[in-house]
Every structure is written in structure tokens, then in C-alpha cells.
């Protein structure tokens, strides 16, 4: 293979980073027009409607929590209060991390509805007799015994009716991040009402995502095994609904997710919707009907989780919820991005290093393509060797362009080279490193963790600048002239391998060639410093092999 032709492997491997979703993704009008063939006519039930009317407040989360009356909760990954007006989840800290790499302050997720970053979740019971009351967001329920929520504690809370119906709520959690409520309607009436569970997720304002490509940040459900991903833009313009049999909806982050699960066997109606405010919400298609005295039930499961894999694989399993593994966004290549993690989790646990995890799974990548490798080395080997005479002929026939591929294609058959070979085993690694990619950016595992020296955040790109002298000099150079010492190293590994394959003939074309290696620095410089290490130390075991097959065919042929 031809330096061009390494070069435009290397091309592509960048390119299908941004280009990804254009080639591989179907298109969002393809996956809404096989859902709305799919879907059967909506019942006229609906969940109760955001109350748009509520004003934004510019007060502190403090004195917005302090409005209401409120039952706290903790455990060992969570901690936060319910507010009892509404019953609301609105107050939420995952305890085990941290905004900032040095910093101190949690990560804070939900917050009260009347703050202008609002993130809450609702559960109930909706009715379509208007002479009978249902709680609401503005209901005030009452504590029945235990007024602290933990782990094999769970609280109750309890309302009635003018007309005679009690409502409770059985709210419990786990050691995790797993919320359970347990909602009855007991009826002390002589007559008999219809009633419809549901439970909503409300986000007041969409947050800064990350605008990836890669990465899906925003409303999310699995519904008969189909998984919806739709962003925050793409709501603001048209409502999706949904009827299912079974699934599951939420709104994700890159980190983070919040979702609910309908009880299980029960048909169901999702939306998702803007109005003022983002909404994922299901209500069941089918009443429940309650007789005369006589009491029903209804279970709702609420994952309010950092998307840890083991934690989001362990609810899957656990509570067999089809696909809610894909609350983490593996893409794609999921088969490859999702054991590469396990993969380097495991070298992880072995070395205590993920920088290092990283560094063993690449040689385990190389030694995988090994044998593909050689086969491609030793072609380009012998290219090189025979590059005096394939610039003899022509120059000989440069006037002859078709006499002349006919001489260098008895060339490459003399010698038994296949100029395309040196392709293949390039074009069959991109997927991994599309993947070492993937997995370094969403994977709350890669977060904040360290590998040696001044690399604090695998999955931040190197904080240093050739500029700067990487640090040497006092002076803080803007972010686009961040190109740190791990991206430039990449750049000379990728420099000194283009040294050892063949030169193109033509000298503009070699000079092209050659800042090749300093547009890739600039390109990646921005990117994970996880995935610069991998393609650096990549680099350095390719050359390491191609140097040694070029110098046993260089004998050979000497020879």
C-alpha cells in the first residue's frame, strides 16, 4: 500500500467520527413514519397537562425547596427530599460525584418546579369523571407514620377525597438509585370509577448539551423493543406519542438519566412533548376500575441513575426491562464499543490505571491483527524496495500513461505484491478506534479519572500547549490553541510511520503528505486524551512491527 492510500485510511478513520451518524443512522422522518404506521388510534385519555401557567421564580433552590413541606431520603448514592405538595421528586444529589475534577460541590440533578432550571417527576392517578377529584401537583398529602425515606424504610403518604376515595402512596428506594411507588385508590363509595396510572418527567429548560454527533442528549423510551430517541429541538416542533405494551421512557444526559418504568403487562400511552416545559410521560390505555369498597393498586419503577454500566445493566436484569441498557447511548458499533469496555474494566481492576487499561488494550488490538498486519507490512515492504524501479518506468513511459500501468501491474505480479492489501487491515481497525472513542465519551467510568503526569481526565483532552511551552512559560493560551504534548506526540508517531511507507512519485503530492500528520494533531487535539494515547501508542507498536518486517524484506531481496 502506497503512502496515499495510508494516508486516506487515516482520513477516514477521523471523518467517520463526524460523518457517522450521516452514513450509518437511519434517517428521524424514516424511524417516526414505521412508528406511526405501527401506532393504532390514541385513546382520548391523557396524562394531566403541564400547568404552563405556573411562573418561574427568581429565587434561590433553597428557598424554593422551603415552600413546601418535605420527607428526606438517603443512600449510600443518593440523597435529596420529596416535596409532599404534589409528591413530588424534586430535590436530588448523587453523592459520589462532583461537577469538577478538584471541586467539592455534588452533582445536582433534580430541582423544584419553580426554579428556572425545574427537573421533577410526578406520579398519579388521572380520571375522565370531572365530578371526581384526583390529586394534582398542587395537592398536599399527609405522612402516615415514618417520615424519613432509606433503604427498608419506606414512607406512606395519604389523601381523600370530598367524595369518599383515599389515595396512598407506598415511595420506597434501594441502596442505589432505584425508586419503587406503590399507589392504591381505595373506594368507600357504593359506586364504581375508572382511573388511569401514570407518571411524568418535567424539565423546565433543555440544558447545554454536548452537540455530538456521537451522543444522544435529551427525551428516550424503548417501546415494544423499538428504542425513540428524540432531541430537545425535535420536540419544540412536533409532539411524539407512542401506544406499547411494554418499555420504558426518560430524559437523558451524557452522565445521567432519569426514567420510569409502567408496570409490567399493562398497555400504555407515551408522549413526549414541549409546552413551556419538556414532558416524557406514559399513561395506561386501559382503566382501572375500582367496584364499590373495594381497592386497587398500581406499581411504577423510577431510575433516577449516573449511568454506571454495571448499575444500569444490573436494573436491566434485575427488574427485566427489556433494552434498558441502552439508556447508555453504545451507538451503533454497539457490539464492539460495549466489550471494549468490559475489556478495559477489566485491565482496570487489574492495574488500577485506566490510562494503563487503555495502553494493554491496545496491545491486545495489535496482537489481534497481528498476523493481518504483517501480511500488509511485508507488501509495503516490498513497495518500497521497488520504488527505484517503479519511478525508472515512469519515466520511462511517461508519455504512455496505459503502457505504463501495464508495467507496473507486471511488476506487482513478478513480485507478488498487491498494492491493495495494505488497506485492509487499516480500514478493519477504524471501527476500534471509533469505538476507544465512543466508549472514553460516554462511559461515567472514564470520568474524572487519571492516568500519569499532567493528564487528570481521560476524558478531557491534554489541558497543555505546545504554545506555552506546555507550561513553562506563565501564559495561558486561548482554547484553540490547546494543543497539548500527548497530541503532539501522536503527530510525530504518525510522521515518523509515514517515513517508512512508500514516497508518492509526485513531489507536490509528497509535500501534501507530509503536513498530513500536523492537520491530524490540530484536528485531535480537542479530543479525549484517552483516545490520543491509544492512537499514540498505537503508532508506536505499528512502526515497531513495520520496521522489522521492512528490514527482514530489504535482506530478503539483497539476497
Given at each position: 500500500?502506497?503512502?496515499?492510500?495510508v494516508?486516506?485510511?487515516?482520513?477516514?478513520?477521523?471523518?467517520?467520527i463526524?460523518?457517522?451518524?450521516?452514513?450509518?443512522?437511519?434517517?428521524?422522518?424514516?424511524?417516526?413514519?414505521?412508528?406511526?404506521?405501527?401506532?393504532?388510534?390514541?385513546?382520548?385519555?391523557?396524562?394531566?397537562?403541564?400547568?404552563?401557567?405556573?411562573?418561574?421564580?427568581?429565587?434561590?433552590?433553597?428557598?424554593?425547596?422551603?415552600?413546601?413541606?418535605?420527607?428526606?431520603?438517603?443512600?449510600?448514592?443518593?440523597?435529596?427530599?420529596?416535596?409532599?405538595?404534589?409528591?413530588?421528586?424534586?430535590?436530588?444529589?448523587?453523592?459520589?460525584?462532583?461537577?469538577t475534577?478538584?471541586?467539592?460541590?455534588?452533582?445536582?440533578?433534580?430541582?423544584?418546579?419553580?426554579?428556572?432550571?425545574?427537573?421533577?417527576?410526578?406520579?398519579?392517578?388521572?380520571?375522565?369523571?370531572?365530578?371526581?377529584?384526583?390529586?394534582?401537583?398542587?395537592t398536599?398529602?399527609?405522612?402516615?407514620?415514618?417520615?424519613?425515606?432509606?433503604?427498608?424504610?419506606?414512607?406512606?403518604?395519604?389523601?381523600?377525597?370530598?367524595?369518599?376515595?383515599?389515595?396512598?402512596?407506598?415511595?420506597?428506594?434501594?441502596?442505589?438509585?432505584?425508586?419503587t411507588?406503590?399507589?392504591?385508590?381505595?373506594?368507600?363509595?357504593?359506586?364504581?370509577?375508572?382511573f388511569?396510572?401514570?407518571?411524568?418527567?418535567?424539565?423546565?429548560?433543555?440544558p447545554?448539551?454536548?452537540?455530538?454527533?456521537?451522543?444522544?442528549?435529551?427525551?428516550?423510551?424503548?417501546?415494544?423493543?423499538?428504542?425513540?430517541?428524540?432531541?430537545?429541538?425535535?420536540?419544540?416542533?412536533?409532539?411524539?406519542?407512542?401506544?406499547?405494551?411494554?418499555g420504558?421512557?426518560?430524559?437523558?444526559?451524557?452522565?445521567?438519566?432519569?426514567?420510569?418504568?409502567?408496570?409490567?403487562?399493562?398497555?400504555?400511552k407515551?408522549?413526549?412533548?414541549?409546552?413551556?416545559?419538556?414532558?416524557?410521560?406514559?399513561?395506561?390505555?386501559?382503566?382501572?376500575?375500582?367496584?364499590?369498597?373495594?381497592?386497587k393498586?398500581?406499581?411504577?419503577?423510577?431510575?433516577?441513575?449516573?449511568?454506571?454500566?454495571?448499575?444500569?445493566?444490573?436494573?436491566?436484569?434485575?427488574?427485566?426491562?427489556?433494552?434498558?441498557?441502552?439508556?447508555?447511548?453504545?451507538?451503533?458499533?454497539?457490539?464492539?464499543?460495549?466489550?471494549?469496555?468490559?475489556?478495559?474494566?477489566?485491565?482496570?481492576?487489574?492495574?488500577?490505571?485506566?490510562?494503563?487499561?487503555?495502553?494493554?488494550?491496545?496491545?491486545?488490538?495489535?496482537?489481534?491483527?497481528?498476523?493481518?498486519?504483517?501480511?500488509?507490512?511485508?507488501?509495503?515492504?516490498?513497495?518500497k524496495?521497488?520504488?527505484?524501479?517503479?519511478?525508472?518506468?515512469?519515466?520511462?513511459?511517461?508519455?504512455?500513461?496505459?503502457?505504463?500501468?501495464?508495467?507496473?501491474?507486471?511488476?506487482?505480479?513478478?513480485?507478488?505484491?498487491?498494492?491493495?492489501?495494505?488497506?485492509?487491515?487499516?480500514?478493519?481497525?477504524?471501527?476500534?478506534?471509533?469505538?476507544?472513542?465512543?466508549?472514553?465519551?460516554?462511559?461515567?467510568?472514564?470520568?474524572h479519572?487519571?492516568?500519569?503526569?499532567?493528564?487528570?481526565?481521560?476524558?478531557?483532552?491534554?489541558?497543555?500547549?505546545?504554545?506555552?511551552?506546555?507550561?513553562?512559560?506563565?501564559?495561558?493560551p486561548?482554547?484553540?490553541?490547546?494543543?497539548?504534548?500527548?497530541?503532539?506526540?501522536?503527530?510525530?508517531?504518525?510522521?515518523?510511520?509515514?517515513?517508512?511507507?512508500?514516497?508518492?512519485?509526485?513531489?507536490?503530492?509528497?509535500?501534501?503528505?507530509?503536513?498530513?500528520?500536523?492537520?491530524?494533531?490540530v484536528?485531535?487535539?480537542?479530543?479525549p486524551?484517552?483516545?490520543?494515547?491509544?492512537?499514540?501508542?498505537?503508532?508506536?507498536?505499528?512502526?515497531?512491527?513495520?520496521?522489522?518486517?521492512?528490514?527482514?524484506?530489504?535482506?530478503?531481496?539483497?539476497?
Open positions: 500500500m502506497d503512502s496515499k492510500n494516508i486516506a485510511a487515516i482520513s477516514l478513520s477521523a471523518a467517520v463526524i460523518l457517522y451518524s450521516l452514513f450509518f443512522a437511519p434517517s428521524p422522518q424514516d424511524l417516526k413514519q414505521v412508528q406511526e404506521e405501527k401506532n393504532q388510534v390514541l385513546e382520548t385519555t391523557e396524562a394531566p397537562s403541564l400547568e404552563v401557567e405556573e411562573k418561574v421564580l427568581e429565587i434561590s433552590r433553597s428557598e424554593a425547596k422551603s415552600k413546601n413541606q418535605r420527607v428526606e431520603f438517603e443512600n449510600i448514592s443518593m440523597k435529596g427530599s420529596i416535596s409532599l405538595t404534589g409528591s413530588t421528586i424534586d430535590d436530588l444529589t448523587f453523592k459520589k460525584y462532583t461537577e475534577l478538584d471541586g467539592n460541590d455534588q452533582i445536582i440533578l433534580l430541582n423544584p418546579r419553580n426554579l428556572n432550571n425545574g427537573y421533577y417527576i410526578e406520579t398519579g392517578w388521572a380520571t375522565n369523571n370531572e365530578n371526581i377529584d384526583v390529586p394534582n401537583s398542587k398536599i398529602w399527609e405522612v402516615v407514620g415514618n417520615n424519613k425515606l432509606s433503604p427498608n424504610n419506606p414512607i406512606n403518604l395519604k389523601w381523600e377525597n370530598d367524595q369518599g376515595i383515599i389515595f396512598n402512596k407506598k415511595i420506597s428506594i434501594d441502596d442505589e438509585y432505584l425508586f411507588v406503590d399507589q392504591s385508590i381505595k373506594n368507600t363509595t357504593e359506586k364504581k370509577y375508572n388511569y396510572p401514570y407518571g411524568q418527567i418535567i424539565r423546565n429548560t433543555a447545554e448539551v454536548t452537540n455530538f454527533y456521537i451522543l444522544h442528549e435529551g427525551l428516550l423510551g424503548v417501546f415494544d423493543d423499538q428504542l425513540v430517541e428524540q432531541d430537545y429541538d425535535d420536540i419544540e416542533e412536533k409532539k411524539y406519542s407512542v401506544n406499547a405494551g411494554k420504558w421512557l426518560g430524559i437523558t444526559d451524557k452522565y445521567w438519566i432519569t426514567s420510569l418504568i409502567p408496570e409490567k403487562n399493562k398497555e400504555f407515551a408522549d413526549f412533548e414541549f409546552k413551556n416545559k419538556f414532558k416524557a410521560n406514559f399513561i395506561e390505555r386501559n382503566p382501572t376500575t375500582v367496584g364499590a369498597n373495594e381497592t393498586s398500581n406499581n411504577i419503577k423510577i431510575i433516577i441513575a449516573a449511568k454506571e454500566v454495571g448499575v444500569i445493566d444490573g436494573y436491566a436484569e434485575k427488574l427485566k426491562v427489556d433494552k434498558f441498557d441502552l439508556a447508555i447511548d453504545w451507538g451503533w458499533f454497539y457490539f464492539i464499543v460495549k466489550p471494549l469496555f468490559f475489556a478495559i474494566d477489566y485491565f482496570f481492576k487489574i492495574s488500577g490505571n485506566f490510562g494503563i487499561a487503555i495502553v494493554l488494550i491496545t496491545f491486545c488490538i495489535r496482537l489481534a491483527f497481528f498476523p493481518l498486519s504483517n501480511y500488509s507490512f511485508r507488501s509495503m515492504a516490498k513497495m524496495v521497488l520504488q527505484p524501479e517503479m519511478t525508472r518506468l515512469k519515466e520511462l513511459h511517461k508519455e504512455d500513461k496505459v503502457k505504463l500501468q501495464q508495467e507496473m501491474m507486471a511488476l506487482y505480479k513478478k513480485e507478488k505484491i498487491n498494492p491493495l492489501s495494505g488497506c485492509l487491515p487499516i480500514l478493519i481497525q477504524i471501527p476500534f478506534f471509533f469505538a476507544i472513542y465512543k466508549m472514553l465519551f460516554v462511559t461515567i467510568e472514564m470520568r479519572q487519571p492516568f500519569f503526569g499532567w493528564i487528570k481526565d481521560l476524558s478531557e483532552r491534554d489541558p497543555t500547549s505546545i504554545f506555552n511551552l506546555f507550561g513553562i512559560i506563565p501564559w495561558d486561548p482554547s484553540f490553541l490547546l494543543i497539548g504534548a500527548w497530541p503532539c506526540l501522536m503527530g510525530v508517531s504518525m510522521y515518523l510511520q509515514q517515513k517508512l511507507n512508500p514516497t508518492p512519485p509526485d513531489p507536490i503530492q509528497a509535500k501534501i503528505f507530509m503536513f498530513f500528520p500536523l492537520f491530524l494533531t484536528i485531535l487535539a480537542p479530543f486524551s484517552g483516545l490520543v494515547i491509544y492512537w499514540t501508542v498505537n503508532n508506536v507498536l505499528t512502526m515497531a512491527q513495520q520496521y522489522v518486517i521492512i528490514k527482514r524484506t530489504a535482506v530478503k531481496t539483497v539476497q
